[in-house]
């Protein structure tokens, strides 16, 4: 135990010494925590009671419906703006929303012609799909209010009509709630810090914790090992406790950090996060001292530990909730581990599940973590 502590302790100085790794260990993560964490932010601002979404309305004389389209846009988490006409800015760029009616909408309608409607929106991919479909809602109620108030009128559709309809209680009454504590989409800060944290840790080992161990192969260090008055089993366990020891420093800023500076809330169970979060960096330890046993060259350690660090992280929901991708994607999630250690953490911090509901992850961690170290001793050289 004594010259496994040995090697780790001068494992973790000598990375340590490395600017690159210090760069990525304890500067990029707060940089992407305020990047990816204020990008999506405002992502399920709608479903979950945020602030409403900007939305220019572009319709000439709309008439008395108006009111009526605006109350049902509203209902649906958007703050309308009404325009006879959209003129690009002084920038020269359109709002990034636009509803484009035809003009003289009330008269068309009360004459029965056809009114077409166009959506123009610049949001990301995650999020201009719910917007559609928050539109087509707020557009297809209004048209059910048209419809009911000419009925009961008889054909006479007018504004009156439309407030007494209103002012009506409804037969029947939807009440939509989330079930639990918070079974809310991740978002903003709460879906970056975990994913970030998660992502980072394996790509510093990946690369890193690899590489380091492919240079020592090569410039005959581990040889030397070789002949000192200590076992295989030693020098192993030396190896992956300094990498664990680096994966602990890196996930410990990242807290400390997302904490202080991003105001991240961690939910009621925090000892067990510390548990996920530990058999996270026993798992990416192994890793790295696997791929540096079996990478020959130190640019095959770079490039193979960046690409599954970056494929792992996308497949396993670290860049995004994994609640908004397609089915196959979230049944790939349950194969990887980043997806393990993130449904881990959501259950935890955004679910508030419980702390037994993370158990299952981390046994499953702790076994895959064991699976790649028996790999990694196998394939372990010195030279």
Known sequence: ??????????????????????????????????????????????????SATPLVIAAEAPGFLREQIDMRLRDN???????????????????????????????????GETVKARFDTRASALSRNYE??????????????????????EGDLTAEALIELNGETRVWQLDVAPAGERQVIPSGFQQAIPGTLVMFTLLVLLTSGSSMLVVERQQGLLRRLAYAPMSRTE????????????????????????????????????????????????????????LGSLAKTEGQASGLGVLTA????????????????????????????????????????????????AIPYVVTLLLASMLVMFIATKRFKYE
């Open 1 to 50: 135990m004594k010259n496994a502590l040995f090697i780790g302790w001068y494992d973790v100085r000598h990375q340590l010494r490395q600017g690159a790794t210090l760069v990525w260990v304890f500067i990029m993560p707060p940089v992407f925590f305020y990047f990816i964490g204020t990008v999506t932010g405002g992502f399920s601002g709608a479903m979950t009671g945020g």
């Open 77 to 111: 988490g958007f703050a309308p703006e009404w325009r006879d006409e959209v003129v690009p800015d002084e920038n020269g760029e359109l709002p990034r929303r636009v509803l484009s009616l035809d003009a003289h909408l009330s008269d068309q309608v009360v004459a």
């Open 132 to 153: 559609v479909i928050r539109i087509q809602r707020s557009l297809y109620t209004a048209l059910a209010d048209i419809v009911t108030a000419d009925v009961r009128r």
């Open 235 to 290: 020098v192993v366990a030396g190896k992956w406790g300094g990498r664990m020891v680096l994966a602990m420093l890196q996930i410990g800023s990242a807290v400390l950090i997302g904490t202080l500076v991003f105001d991240m809330q961690w939910g009621p169970d925090v000892p067990m996060i510390i548990v996920v979060l530990a058999s996270w960096a026993a798992f990416c330890a192994s890793a790295g001292l696997m």
């Open 310 to 357: 970056n494929v792992l992280a996308a497949l396993g929901g670290c860049w995004w909730p994994i609640e908004v991708t397609p089915a196959w994607m979230q049944n790939v999630q349950n194969f990887t581990p980043t997806g393990w250690t993130m449904d881990a953490l959501h259950k935890l911090i955004s679910f508030e599940a419980g702390a037994a509901s």
